[in-house]
């Protein structure tokens, strides 16, 4: 048998201690969940936790967070364990962040960073990697004080930097730059995709939202048939995904897998997601989907309600999804469930189990937002027809007979999206307005959504 010339070692995992506070108004029970879930952050790294510290106070310390007792205990932890990594719960200012370092002697994360980590692990596009790269430098650039106290001396040269300027200095300095072309390439990437979205206006375009690792990847996968990457970890899917959709026999939507939410994510890697988010702004439909299984689903749906309204989402046409079912061992809980939300949909994605009511509920959901309108045309004006035909699904179409002048008419019922209220009112209304006295009693058109008017 024959010697391999190098084998592929898997990459060492490092072991790291989770730290989190229980300021007043927060319970232990809740500190220890946001635990379990900062826990599998860690793992999803690729780090293995090997203790948890929970610390009570009656107020955060600004120079140490947990209180330099507290420190100084954790950093004999570290020494006895010989830890790599500390992670903590809460995001740490950049004085905390030299404090605790200096006292640690280890790296030092808090969850903010351990988020962004994995976000740069796992983008695969272009795209993913520019808007986690801004992300990452928004973040460090005022950290730089952890990062380069090694270097903070001061130091000239000719042709490099400014007299007496620090290394903190030109290293905040070529960040900055760098953030200017980051986002100058985002904007550029921005237009593309708005140039994209103005071709789909012809069909309802619905997202899937929800917390991270909900099954969202899952289910866009069943419904379009396509090869989506799903894996059972935390923040899989950073690109967000676009299918055509059919739904049923006469109608085909284009449905947009999108990144998942997650509990105090960074005001930054929001920011710098905005073309990716902009698929969930710019929706008709928001499919919500939830994992069923997990004990604080109640808690994911309010944050994913929140980080919404953050990002101006909230308010949209939705449907609840409850994934997962299968996974029940007590056919109770379902049933409890489905008493509580009427509404929702609840499915096993990786099953395919509830599909066919999944796309009833979707439909009526779509078909709540639009309406009918009755129009009659002169039949001999086809281009008015034609142009009617581009403004919105003409349903029927009737000749009758002469009313006015011995003309025929056409009686047209064409079905509208109140996302086209603003074309509504300025492409219709004047080809209303122009027969008027073709047909004395025409339908009156709605007024304008609020938010609409101009």
Known sequence: MSTPLYEIKPPTRESAIIVGVIQPGRSRWDVSDSLDELELLADTAGADVTDRIEQKVHRISAGWHIGKGKANSLGQLVAQRN????????????????????????????????ILDIFAKHARTATAKTQVELAQL????????????????????????????????????????????????????????????????????????????????????????????????????????????????????LISDTVGFIRKLPHDLIESFKSTLDEIRESDVLVHVIDATHPQFEEHQRVVHETLKEINADGKLALLVFNKIDAF????????????????????AARGIGVSELKKKLISVIDSDYEEEVLFLPAEDQ???????????????????????????????????????????????????????????????PSPLPGNEK
Not at 220 to 227: D, E, I, K, W
Not at 396 to 412: M, P
Request: hydrophobic letters at 35%.
């Open 329 to 348: 061992e007590n056919p109770e809980h379902l049933h409890i469930l489905k008493k509580t939300y009427p509404e929702a949909a609840f499915v096993s």
């Open 138 to 253: 928004e973040y460090l650039r005022t950290r730089l004080t952890r990062q380069w106290t090694h270097l903070s001396r001061q130091k000239g040269g000719i042709g490099t930097k400014g007299p007496g300027e620090t290394q903190i200095e030109t290293d905040r300095r070529m960040i900055g730059k760098r953030i200017t072309a980051l986002k100058a390439r985002l904007e550029k990437i921005d237009k593309q995709r708005i140039t994209q979205r103005r071709g789909r206006t012809d069909y309802s375009r619905v997202s899937l939202v929800g917390y991270t690792n909900a099954g969202k990847s899952t289910l866009m996968n069943l419904l379009a048939g396509s090869n989506v990457l799903t894996e059972d970890r935390l923040f899989a899917t950073l690109d967000a995904t676009t299918r055509m959709v059919q739904i049923s026999p006469r109608r085909k939507v």
């Open 83 to 114: 830890t790599d990594l500390v992670i903590f719960d809460d995001d740490l200012s950049p004085v905390q962040l030299r404090n605790l370092e200096k006292e640690l002697n280890c790296k030092l994360l808090d969850r903010s960073a351990l």
């Open 383 to 445: 281009n008015m027809i034609a142009r009617i035909r581009k403004i919105g699904e003409v349903l029927s179409e009737e000749y009758l007979d002469a009313v006015v002048d011995h003309e025929s008419e056409a009686q047209v019922v064409v079905r509208l999206h109140f996302r086209t209220a603003c074309r509504h009112k300025k492409d219709i209304e004047p080809i209303v307005n122009q027969y008027r006295d073709f047909r004395p009693k025409v339908v009156a058109l």
